[in-house]
């Protein structure tokens, strides 16, 4: 039985310990917005914050994640409005939205160390790969996300998903 901190959240998963931090997090959490891409953590759809580190959680066992602290991006913000998410959709860095969990993931990370990166420092934080080719829009999110952490610009809150529940559909 592994035991760690899920969005700030103790945990215990009765999985066995070389099970990839990936499946207890989307299978038994039932956190799903951690993607599986490649399963041998080169393309980043998986990336999670464990102790304030950005890590594919493909490669990362339950038994490695033991003890430890994990935010996934559900953990983020309750209301999808934490800068990072409100940078992305401001500088329209999403297209197919595959990746971009991992991708905003390995930018609040590098944001926690610096909230104001250069192209060069994105370029070697964030190693994901998207399919679409957002990266121009995606270092001017990380760039902007930044400035709105060191209070220097104010983004627009990200509006609430529609569902089928929302009056008018």
């Known amino acids: ?3 760690l901190t899920v969005n700030n959240q103790p945990l215990e998963f009765r999985l066995e310990p070389d ?10 959490a039932n956190l799903t917005g951690t ?7 080169e393309c980043g759809a998986c990336m999670v914050i464990v102790d304030g580190q950005a890590m594919p959680s493909c490669t990362l066992s339950l038994g490695e994640a ?6 996934t991006i559900e953990g983020l913000s309750t209301d999808r409005n934490h800068p990072v998410q409100q940078a992305f959709v401001a500088e329209q860095a999403i297209q197919c939205g595959f ?6 993931m390995a930018a609040e990370a590098l944001l926690a160390r ?5 192209e060069a420092d994105i370029g070697v934080a964030l190693t994901n790969i998207c399919r679409c080719g957002v ?4 270092v001017r999110a990380v760039q902007r996300a930044g400035r709105a952490m060191r209070h220097e610009e104010t983004l627009t809150p990200v509006p609430a998903p529609a569902t ?6």
């Open 99 to 104: 990746c971009t969990s991992g991708l905003i």
């Open 164 to 169: 089928a529940t929302t009056p008018g559909l």
């Open 114 to 118: 610096n909230t104001d990166p250069t």
């Open 135 to 138: 990266y121009p829009r995606l």
């Open 1 to 3: 039985m592994a035991r």
């Open 66 to 71: 033991e003890g430890r602290s994990v935010t």
């Open 35 to 41: 993607k599986y891409g490649c399963g041998t953590g």
């Open 19 to 28: 099970t990839p931090l990936l499946w207890a997090l989307r299978d038994a």
